[in-house]
């Protein structure tokens, strides 16, 4: 059966948004991955245009599918079946910052259990767990601003500052020296936190605005 070069567009449009929406990938995600730009990928899901066949093999790679799932309808083999790679990336990634963090109490544990036998069982012996919370704020933001989104590190600096706080305290309130004050030291650094947060957002979109203006001149 010869397919006509109009249908077989209209084939691959179909499959490539639908195994980008499987994996919840942008357009935009998928031109950078590709190194197109994200009309190039609309023109092909439009069916307007077809990626050249390394650009199909490039795709099928992103979207863990052979070059033939891409070019037919029919998609009931097993071995056809798109892998969601993305949601097993996610998965896994979620899973070595959940041991890496349980990790830390871990170390924590250990020491504590230590120290308890070393020492017979000193009062200040908690407060490992509380030197344990700062810690775990910097690997939390250490795998935020690698795998996951890096726009909610303000959140986890908050808590790793008031945590910084709060340990300075309690160590402090261990020998019997109140430092309550010291918290007002966080209400001015979390509002410049807050306001930090909020300067990489902006420009984004002005920038934006400004390339799509610069797209529409030409």
């Given at each position: 059966m010869?397919?006509?070069?109009?249908?077989?567009?209209?084939?691959?449009?179909?499959n490539?948004v639908?195994?980008?929406?499987?994996?919840?990938?942008t357009?935009?995600?998928?031109?950078?991955q590709?190194?197109?730009?994200d009309?190039a990928?609309?023109?092909w899901?439009?069916?307007?245009s077809v990626?050249?066949?390394?650009?199909l093999?490039?795709i099928?790679?992103?979207?863990?599918?052979?070059?033939?799932?891409?070019?037919?309808?029919?998609h009931?083999?097993?071995?056809?079946?798109p892998?969601?790679?993305?949601?097993?990336?996610?998965?896994?990634?979620?899973?070595?910052?959940?041991?890496?963090?349980?990790?830390?109490?871990?170390?924590?544990?250990?020491?504590?259990?230590?120290?308890?036998?070393?020492?017979?069982g000193?009062l200040w012996?908690?407060?490992?767990?509380a030197?344990?919370?700062?810690?775990?704020?910097?690997?939390?933001?250490?795998f935020?601003?690698?795998?996951?989104?890096?726009?909610k590190?303000?959140?986890?600096?908050s808590?790793?500052?008031w945590?910084?706080l709060?340990?300075?305290?309690?160590t402090f309130?261990a020998?019997?020296?109140?430092?309550?004050?010291l918290f007002?030291?966080?209400?001015p650094?979390?509002?410049i936190?807050?306001?930090?947060?909020?300067?990489?957002?902006?420009?984004?979109?002005k920038l934006?605005?400004?390339?799509?203006?610069?797209?529409?001149?030409?």
């Amino acid at each position: 059966m010869v397919i006509k070069i109009d249908d077989l567009k209209k084939i691959i449009a179909k499959n490539i948004v639908e195994l980008r929406h499987l994996h919840s990938v942008t357009q935009v995600n998928l031109a950078q991955q590709l190194n197109y730009s994200d009309k190039a990928v609309s023109k092909w899901e439009r069916g307007e245009s077809v990626p050249d066949i390394t650009v199909l093999k490039q795709i099928a790679d992103i979207f863990g599918v052979t070059v033939d799932y891409l070019l037919s309808t029919d998609h009931k083999k097993a071995e056809d079946a798109p892998i969601d790679i993305a949601s097993l990336k996610k998965k896994n990634r979620l899973l070595i910052s959940g041991i890496s963090l349980l990790l830390v109490f871990f170390i924590a544990t250990f020491v504590f259990v230590l120290i308890r036998l070393i020492t017979g069982g000193a009062l200040w012996n908690w407060l490992i767990y509380a030197y344990a919370v700062p810690v775990c704020c910097i690997v939390a933001l250490v795998f935020n601003s690698i795998w996951f989104n890096p726009r909610k590190n303000y959140l986890i600096i908050s808590l790793l500052m008031w945590s910084l706080l709060a340990v300075i305290f309690f160590t402090f309130s261990a020998v019997d020296i109140d430092i309550m004050l010291l918290f007002a030291i966080g209400v001015p650094a979390q509002i410049i936190i807050i306001l930090w947060s909020g300067i990489g957002r902006r420009p984004k979109r002005k920038l934006k605005k400004i390339e799509n203006g610069i797209s529409k001149e030409n």
